[in-house]
């Protein structure tokens, strides 16, 4: 599931060819939150349009193409943010670690980009190394996790723009079952300054404030 808003033709694509290309297929929900696009017209895509933009990081859009997912009997919801993409086998690795460990939540690590989709190799999140956090794109969701895809919808405005650690505590709050599957399968691209001080890089014009980061060998 990919909300999107005003993203460019070329960072939609990549996302799109991302999940297009995946060892396991996947359909691919795009939700519009207020400006669709009728260039994805001819993509192999859900394309479902919102009348207005919620100006709420995407927790509306990829609320309703949550329950939407629900409502027409999918076994399985991943999330993927449209700056984001997905590595060759990111769902396929997540699959392989649902059938050996049943969990409700399987997550993923992910590699660490710039905005331009350069790699800011051997970086990581602490939260994430340490498994106290999950990037919402990270994530494959069982059915048997599905109670927790309203938090959402009912996630309050003011807490948008740390959604994914709030979706993180909801689903831990939820005592499901979590198991990880390390390696990096997400392709992250930061917009935090955290990031960018770690690799010594100057900072792009925009950039949030939040992130804890770790470099390793």
Request: aromatic share 12%.
């Amino acid at each position: 599931i990919t909300p999107y808003y005003k993203e460019s033709f070329e960072v939609l694509q990549q996302c799109y060819e991302s999940v297009l290309t995946q060892t396991v297929e996947a359909d691919h929900f795009f939700i519009a939150d207020g400006f669709p696009r009728d260039d994805l017209k001819d993509w192999k895509i859900k394309h479902i349009t919102l009348s207005q933009s919620h100006n709420d990081n995407g927790n509306t859009p990829r609320g309703i193409g949550s329950l939407l997912a629900e409502a027409e009997g999918y076994e399985f919801i991943a999330y993927l943010d449209a700056d984001n993409w997905f590595h060759r086998d990111h769902l396929g690795s997540l699959i392989d670690l649902w059938e050996t460990t049943k969990a409700d939540v399987c997550c993923s690590f992910r590699t660490i980009h710039q905005l331009d989709g350069t790699e800011m190799s051997g970086l990581s999140d602490i939260d994430e190394h340490t498994l106290t956090h999950v990037d919402t794109s990270c994530y494959l969701l069982h059915r048997s996790a599905f109670e927790s895809l309203s938090i959402w919808l009912k996630m309050p405005k003011k807490l948008a723009p740390i959604c994914d650690r709030i979706f993180t505590a909801g689903l831990r709050n939820k005592n499901y079952q979590f198991a990880f599957s390390k390696p990096k399968t997400v392709a992250f691209r930061s917009q935090y300054k955290a990031h960018y001080g770690a690799k010594k890089l100057s900072f792009p014009d925009n950039l949030k404030g939040v992130a804890g980061t770790e470099e390793h060998a």
